[in-house]
């Protein structure tokens, strides 16, 4: 626990958390912040008042989907790159049509630059 430059609070003014102290061994006590907030009869300091607390895990959760989803996009996209470059290559080589040939292997040709 660190040092105090003053006594505690009282128990009727502090928030009503239990929190982990900060010792070698699992240890609980009552959260030592004054109490700002009221929920529900109970008083609670700004950071373990329950709002606030859902409301930034609902933050941290969208963050955290955000980036999932990207990672998946980037995976997919790497799962289907050769196949589609695969195919491009046959598209080109069976195609008979000039105006498609050219498309074919300009395509073809950022692909491979890209990858």
């Given at each position: 626990m660190p040092y105090r430059s003053s006594?505690?609070?009282?128990?009727?003014?502090r928030c009503q958390e239990t929190v982990r102290d900060l010792g070698r061994w699992p240890s609980y006590h009552r959260c030592e912040r004054k109490g700002v907030v009221e929920r529900e009869g109970?008083?609670?300091c700004k950071q373990h008042d329950p709002v606030t607390a859902e409301n930034a895990q609902k933050e941290k959760m969208a963050v955290?989907?955000?980036?999932m989803e990207a990672q998946r996009i980037t995976a997919?996209?790497?799962a289907t790159w050769d196949m589609l470059l695969e195919a491009l290559n046959k598209v080109y080589d069976t195609t008979h049509d000039p105006a498609i040939e050219l498309i074919a292997?300009?395509?073809i040709?950022?692909?491979r630059e890209t990858r």
């Open positions: 006594a505690p609070l009282p128990y009727e003014v109970k008083l609670y955290w989907d955000a980036n997919h996209k790497l292997a300009d395509a040709d950022k692909a």
